[in-house]
C-alpha cells in the first residue's frame, strides 16, 4: 500500500531536481514475472544465489550453474517490460541528465528504451569465454533458448563459456562503476527494487547521500537501506512510478 504524502513530496522533489538517478533492482522486474533473488520465492531449486553466482561454484559445477541461468532465460525471454521500466525509460528520455543504473540482467530496461542505461552486473544475453582465450571478444551476444546444446562453448577456443554477468569476488567493469559514481552527484537519488544489500551497488545509495542527494526507497518491504534514506516509500515499483510521473 502507498501512502499519498512521499509521493507527493518527492514529485514535489522531482520537478524541481535537474539531476535524478535511479538504481533498480530484481524488484522492478518482478511485475514482468522475473523471479526475485533474495526471499521466499527467490530460492533456485535448494541453492541460495550466493551458493550459484560466484566463479567457484562455475569451476566446480558448471552444469548445475548454466542449468540455472538457462531456466532463467526462458522465463525472462518470456517477460515483457512493465510501467516501471517504461516511467523510467520515459524519464530518460525526456531529461537527458536523469539517469537509470540497475543491477539486473534481464534487459527490461533496455527494452523499455530506456537511455544511457548503466548495467552494473551485465547482461544474461551475453556470454564471455571461461577460459578466458584472446581470440574471443569480451562478450558477445547470445540470445538462444534454450540452448542447442546442455553448456555453450566459445566459438574461438571451444572452452566453456560462462554468462556474461558479474558473480560475487568480481570486479564489477570500472568505466560502468565510474558512470554510477557519477550519476550519484544529483539532486534525487531513488533506489527501487532493491535489497540493498549487495555492493558496490548498495553503496551508491550512501555515496548519493554523502554528497547531498535527497534519497529515496521505492520497496515492498523494509530493506537495510530504508533507515538511511530521506524518503522510504513502501509500495510497488510498478504502481509507485506511475502514480509520481501522473504528478509531474
Ligand atoms: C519489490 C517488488 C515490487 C519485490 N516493487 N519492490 C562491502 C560490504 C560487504 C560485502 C562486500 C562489500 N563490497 C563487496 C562485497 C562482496 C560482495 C557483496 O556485496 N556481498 C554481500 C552479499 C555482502 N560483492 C561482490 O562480490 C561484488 N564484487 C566486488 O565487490 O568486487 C570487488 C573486487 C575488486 C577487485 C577485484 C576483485 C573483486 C560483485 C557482486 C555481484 C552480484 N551479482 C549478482 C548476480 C548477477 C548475475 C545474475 O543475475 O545472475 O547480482 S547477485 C544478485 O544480487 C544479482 C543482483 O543484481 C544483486 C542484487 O539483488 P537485488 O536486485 O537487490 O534483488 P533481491 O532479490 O535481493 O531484492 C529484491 C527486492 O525487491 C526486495 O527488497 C523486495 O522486497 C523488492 N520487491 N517486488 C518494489 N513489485
Ligand atoms: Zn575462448
Known sequence: MTTDHPVRA????????RRVTVLTGAGVSAASGVPTFRGPNGLWRRYRVEELATPQAFAREPRLVWDWYAWRREQIAACRP????EVLAAWSVRHAAWRVITQNVDDLHLRAGTRELIRLHGSIWEMSCWAPCDRAPRRWRDERVPFPEP???CPHCAALARPAVVWFGEPLNARDLRAAHEAAACDVFIAAGTS????PAAGLIDAARARGAFTVEINLETTSASAAVD???QGAAEEVLPEIEALL
Do not use: E, K, M, Q
Open 196 to 199: 540493498a544489500l549487495v555492493y
Open 10 to 17: 518527492l514529485a514535489a522533489r522531482l520537478r524541481g531536481a
Open 231 to 233: 524518503v522510504a516509500i
Open 82 to 85: 512493465n510501467r516501471a521500466h
Open 151 to 153: 553448456l555453450p562453448r
